[in-house]
Each structure stands twice: as structure tokens, then as C-alpha cells.
């Protein structure tokens, strides 16, 4: 793997961990609006932390992502169907 493709990869991982750590722990406003009784934004949305959160787990799904690319264990350039020779 390039590092440009490391680096593309890394940015996907990042923001499919962002969507599933942005609804971690938060809870709507206390008060609905008056008019549509939309509860609008969470109390404390914490983004600083689940900023930090989605970087680490990112950086584990991708050490484990670039582990298997890297390895032997699962390689699509030998396949198992190749016939084995004349």
C-alpha cells in the first residue's frame, strides 16, 4: 500500500467512525420550541472529545486494515482459483 493510498483510507475509516461516535452520549434540550416542538441541538455536543474518539478508533481500524493489506493471509494477487501451473 502507498502512502497516499494509507492516507485515503485512513479518511474514509475517520469519517464512517465519525457518524457512528457523533450520537454517543447526547441528549436533546430539555425545553421544545415553542412553535414546532423541535427539540433542536444536544445540550453538549463534547465534539472536542468525540473528535479525539474518532481518531483513535480510527487509528485501530486502520493498523488492523493495513495489517491485513500488508499481509499474506488474504491476498487477491495469488487467489486460491489460479490454476497451479502447465
Not at 452520549?25 to 423541535?38: A, E, L, N, R
Not at 486494515?65 to 502447465?86: E, H, N, Q, V
Given at each position: 500500500?502507498?502512502?497516499?493510498?494509507?492516507?485515503?483510507?485512513?479518511?474514509?475509516?475517520?469519517?464512517?467512525?465519525?457518524?457512528a461516535?457523533?450520537?454517543?452520549?447526547?441528549?436533546?434540550?430539555?425545553?421544545?420550541?415553542?412553535?414546532?416542538?423541535?427539540?433542536?441541538?444536544?445540550?453538549?455536543?463534547?465534539?472536542?472529545?468525540?473528535?479525539?474518539m474518532?481518531?483513535?478508533?480510527?487509528?485501530?481500524?486502520?493498523?488492523?486494515?493495513y495489517?491485513?493489506?500488508?499481509?499474506?493471509?488474504?491476498?487477491?494477487?495469488?487467489?486460491?482459483?489460479?490454476?497451479?501451473?502447465?
Amino acid at each position: 500500500m502507498s502512502w497516499v493510498s494509507g492516507i485515503v483510507l485512513y479518511i474514509m475509516i475517520w469519517w464512517v467512525a465519525l457518524f457512528a461516535v457523533l450520537p454517543i452520549g447526547t441528549t436533546p434540550s430539555v425545553q421544545p420550541d415553542q412553535t414546532s416542538g423541535w427539540r433542536g441541538a444536544p445540550v453538549a455536543p463534547r465534539l472536542v472529545k468525540k473528535l479525539v474518539m474518532t481518531s483513535c478508533v480510527a487509528a485501530v481500524v486502520w493498523l488492523l486494515a493495513y495489517a491485513i493489506i500488508t499481509s499474506d493471509y488474504l491476498s487477491f494477487r495469488s487467489g486460491l482459483l489460479a490454476p497451479s501451473g502447465p
